[in-house]
């Protein structure tokens, strides 16, 4: 049996907590991920997404459990896992294209000068800034302009693991939509493995080839696993005219607005027996068949 590229066993994150000694934000989780998987996770606010991108990153450190990537056990910040945050997380005083070369000169140290430069360009243009464009600080670009220079830095240093933090949160629908499509076209041209936070609904399932739901905090768990069996490449003016895409985004939304809080009130056991891998597929226009394990 293949041993799954991402393996997170029994995740437990505590804090210290004045009025009850302590809160336990998520606990026990487990789930897996493969090579070259784009994974989402969503659930309400509290129930430790960004915890867990923390944990998966290095930058926090879980209370108990293990992430295992490639075999060994996750410590510390690596330089293969790169993260993309909301905020841009951009280097001011350094222009678009000395913010990427940063990032790569870090990676690969033994490269010139040269070769640098030209894979730094690679991935910007990829992201559509190019023509002067990768001269400007940061301050002399737009939101979106910002965020595009994060996700070429966040790529050119090849990471083996991609970690996004709400990444498109910040910018207008337009832009949102336009950057997704350049990162959906720069992962397709990778073997990188992607695990993603949003609360958009619709991003999740139109990036994702398996969507994480939470339950609600405190005590959160990973309620479910559904998998995005909508055939790639993938259009938006293909994939409003799909069945599937309504089953899905129905199930989803049930889930945020009465289940996630009704798995929360139940025990251990009752939680259990519940089926965690959901796949949903429209074999007749008007069944919609839920196929659980």
């Known amino acids: 049996m293949a041993t799954s590229f991402l393996s997170i066993e029994g995740l437990t994150q505590k804090y210290p907590s004045p009025e009850s000694g302590e809160l336990t934000v998520f606990e026990n989780l487990n789930f897996k991920v493969n090579k070259g998987e784009f994974i989402s996770i969503i659930g309400h606010s509290g129930c430790g997404k960004s915890t867990i991108l923390n944990v998966l990153a290095g930058l926090d450190e879980a209370s108990s459990g293990a992430v295992i990537m490639e075999g060994r056990e996750v410590s510390g910040p690596s330089l293969d896992r790169g993260v993309v945050f ?3 997380s951009l280097l001011p005083w350094l222009s678009a294209l000395r913010n990427v070369t940063f990032a790569v000169e870090s990676r690969y140290s033994e490269w010139s000068t040269e070769q640098v430069n030209e894979h730094a360009m690679k991935y910007l243009s990829l992201v559509g800034l190019s023509g002067g464009v990768e001269h400007r600080k940061p301050a002399q670009l737009s939101g979106g302009m910002r965020q595009r220079v ?10 083996k693991l991609l970690l996004l933090d709400e990444p498109f949160g910040a910018l207008d629908a337009l832009t949102r939509g336009t950057i997704q499509d350049e990162l959906l076209k720069i992962w397709a041209g990778t073997n990188q493995t992607v695990f993603m936070i949003t609360h958009d609904v619709d991003e999740a399932i139109y990036l994702s080839d398996r969507i994480l739901l939470m339950s609600n905090g405190p005590y959160a768990k990973v309620a479910e696993s559904v998998e995005i069996e909508i055939e790639r490449p993938r259009s938006r003016s293909s994939i409003v005219n799909d069945q599937l895409y309504y089953d899905i985004r129905n199930h989803l ?8 809080k009704e798995f929360s009130e ?7 027996d519940l089926p965690k891998n959901i796949r949903l597929s429209q074999e007749q226009p008007s069944k919609p068949k839920l196929l659980a394990s």
């Open 86 to 88: 909301q905020n841009y």
């Open 150 to 159: 994060s996700i070429a830095r966040a790529f050119a240093t090849q990471p």
């Open 253 to 260: 939304v049930h889930f945020l607005t009465t289940r996630s």
């Open 266 to 272: 139940l025990s251990s056991e009752q939680a259990k």
